[in-house]
């Protein structure tokens, strides 16, 4: 069974089914940018700690993630800029 058979492209729920996606979209980005961001906070607490405690490998590893969570929002934010289907 296909859901594009029961797509709604024409009539009065057309735009509803547009509506609804782009709602859906930006539910999703907004989501995945407040994880990173928590997360990206909790990292930043990690790597001053292990400053002070002058822990070389545990800064690197805590820098490289720090970078992997900035970049995830790099890029959910590129997404909302770019994608015509999404509305902010």
Same mark, same amino acid.
């Given at each position: 069974?296909?859901i594009?058979?029961?797509k709604?492209?024409?009539?009065?729920?057309?735009?509803?089914?547009?509506?609804?996606?782009?709602?859906?979209?930006?539910l999703?980005?907004?989501?995945?940018?407040? %994880?990173?961001?928590h $997360?990206?906070? @909790?990292? &930043?607490?990690?790597?001053h700690?292990?400053? #002070?405690?002058?822990? %070389?490998?545990?800064? $690197?590893?805590? @820098?490289? &993630?720090?970078?992997?969570?900035?970049?995830? #929002?790099?890029?959910?934010?590129?997404?909302?800029?770019?994608?015509?289907e999404?509305?902010?």
């Amino acid at each position: 069974m296909s859901i594009d058979r029961f797509k709604v492209s024409l009539g009065p729920f057309a735009k509803t089914r547009k509506n609804v996606d782009g709602f859906c979209h930006n539910l999703i980005l907004s989501n995945a940018m407040n %994880e990173c961001a928590h $997360q990206l906070i @909790k990292i &930043e607490k990690e790597y001053h700690e292990a400053v #002070l405690k002058d822990d %070389e490998l545990l800064m $690197q590893q805590k @820098k490289l &993630e720090m970078q992997a969570y900035q970049s995830s #929002l790099h890029l959910t934010a590129y997404m909302y800029d770019e994608v015509d289907e999404i509305s902010t």
